[in-house]
């Protein structure tokens, strides 16, 4: 039977549909990046969330509630470890096999996704230089002005970035997994389950997660300084951001060949990490439920290590809702600001953090500009900064005051699991386990929303905006 004209032409018809979705899709892409990456993580925590939301996935062999599974789903793809669940005793082990494929599949996006915004948020928000504050995603850019076009296409191609990021990404995961390995032994846990654990404990040091694949969490290895150094290197590496592993790996120590950013992101990592242990150890030294049955040399270590993981880490070896409101409060400062641009870590990032100080530094001495390390920063990065800052602030505060309203819990506790959220860092004072399904639900919007980054929403809602071609008149409101 011959076909009708309309059957005929369905063939061209449906090449036509698929070609007008493609080059929708393509558009979508080039034209407001920001928003495809916003699309790209809500369908990953969607997937992920039917993947939780499966009988196999839960050691009872029944479903995972909704609001659990869904929050469970953003933790693991915004690589964040906080959780309403026990990870280890409610998760079957296909259950925590798709959390460590979650989380390393959340930390490759989010490296791969902050490399290409930045070379395109900068024409959505109207920006001439590269956004240190937001992230300086060109590993090859060491140096001010123009980049050239060469610099430009290499970071821009999508598929070698991607291969660059997961190898580094492999190895060094992989080199964890081997310093591991004979901790765990030592400590007990079984050869063969070893072999699970330590790849488990390497990614989520590396990816700055913090979930852990055993019951009793560090508590064991309380002692075990050199596994406790393991993590807080991965820690370490995974939160400074895949431009400054690009850096030192290219130029090792030769300090005045490293961009302005790796050299911001390394010197404020290190201060913060002193400053913050130093300020842990003096307010929690006679805490009885924390440090104050430690030897000096305990205190010393635990204070440090508390210090590296409220940088995005997750891990603790202590009971975080035992520590002193005062502890709690310079906790979640030094969770808001986070780690380095275009890494594992959230937060505000430190590079935003440095810009700030340094403009505050330059308006005290007088300076019409802000300069470091022989290199002038441009206004616009510092608008950048405020930005980021702001929209940070809002989301906490928001989400703080709801989740306090929801719950009537202790401030300080509901800011600092807020804030740990915002920054993707998976500690948490006990509270988030005992949250309504509201505050579940407010909470995992938190987390998405640090998660995908403040420069990213800005740039969203900015897309839409245009050039303008006047200049108003100037007048100066009162500041201060």
């Known amino acids: 039977m011959a076909a009708t004209p309309n059957e005929a032409r369905l063939p061209v018809r449906a090449r ?22 916003v699309l790209v993580f809500a369908t990953l925590i969607a997937l992920f969330t039917a993947l939780f939301s499966l009988p196999a996935a839960s050691a009872t062999g029944q479903r995972i509630p909704l609001a659990d599974a869904l929050f469970t789903a953003v933790s693991t793809i915004c690589v964040t470890g906080l959780s309403t669940i026990n990870m280890y005793s409610d998760l079957s082990p296909l259950g925590r096999v798709i959390t460590y494929i979650g989380v390393n599949v959340g930390a490759l996006g989010v490296l791969t996704l902050a490399s290409i915004l930045g070379l395109v948020i900068s024409k959505r928000l109207g920006l001439r230089a590269k956004l240190i504050a937001a992230g300086d995603s060109n590993p090859l850019r060491a140096h001010g002005g123009p980049v050239n076009e060469g610099q430009t296409v290499r970071l821009g191609e999508v598929g070698q970035l991607l291969r660059t990021v997961a190898l580094s990404t492999l190895v060094i995961e992989a080199v964890l997994t081997v310093l591991i ?4 032994i030592i ?17 989520m040091a590396f990816t700055n997660t913090g979930f852990i694949p055993n019951a009793d969490g560090l508590t064991p290895f309380a002692q075990d300084y050199f596994l406790l150094t393991v993590l807080m290197a991965g820690v370490f590496l995974g939160s400074i951001g895949f431009p400054v592993i690009f850096t030192l790996w290219r130029h090792y120590w030769k300090f005045r060949l490293w961009s302005l950013h790796a050299k911001l992101t390394i010197i404020t990592t290190v201060v913060l990490f002193f400053v913050g242990a130093g300020v842990i150890l003096l307010l929690e030294y006679d805490n009885p439920l924390t440090f104050g049955s430690m030897d000096a040399w305990d205190t010393t270590f635990q204070a440090f290590f508390l210090s590296a993981m409220t940088r995005s880490g997750g891990f603790s070896v202590i009971d975080i809702g035992d520590l002193n409101g005062a502890t709690l409060i310079v906790g979640s400062m030094l969770m808001f600001v986070g780690g380095g641009s275009a890494s594992t870590a959230g937060g505000i990032k430190v590079t935003t953090l440095a810009v700030l100080a340094l403009a505050v530094f330059s308006e005290a001495k007088g300076r019409p500009s802000v300069q470091a390390f022989g290199r002038r920063i441009p206004s616009d990065v510092q608008r950048v900064a405020l930005s980021v800052v702001a929209w940070g602030a809002t989301i906490v505060a928001v989400s703080t005051v709801t989740i306090s309203r929801i719950t009537d819990a202790p401030i300080e506790h509901v800011l600092f699991d807020v804030v740990s959220g915002f920054a993707t860092v998976g500690l948490s004072t006990g509270l988030t386990a005992e949250l309504s399904d509201p505050a579940v639900y407010v909470m995992a919007a938190t987390m998405f929303m640090g998660r995908i980054g403040t420069v990213t929403l800005a740039a969203a809602v900015a897309a839409s905006s245009r050039s303008q071609l006047y200049a108003l008149p100037v007048e100066r409101p009162i500041v201060g």
């Not at 400590?187 to 990614?203: D, R």
């Open 16 to 37: 036509r549909i698929a070609y007008e979705a493609w080059d929708r899709l393509r558009n979508l892409t080039t034209a407001s990046p920001a928003r495809f990456a």
């Open 181 to 184: 390995y004979p901790s765990l």
């Open 187 to 203: 400590g007990g846990i079984h050869p063969l389950v070893a072999l699970w654990e330590a790849p488990y404990y390497a990614a």
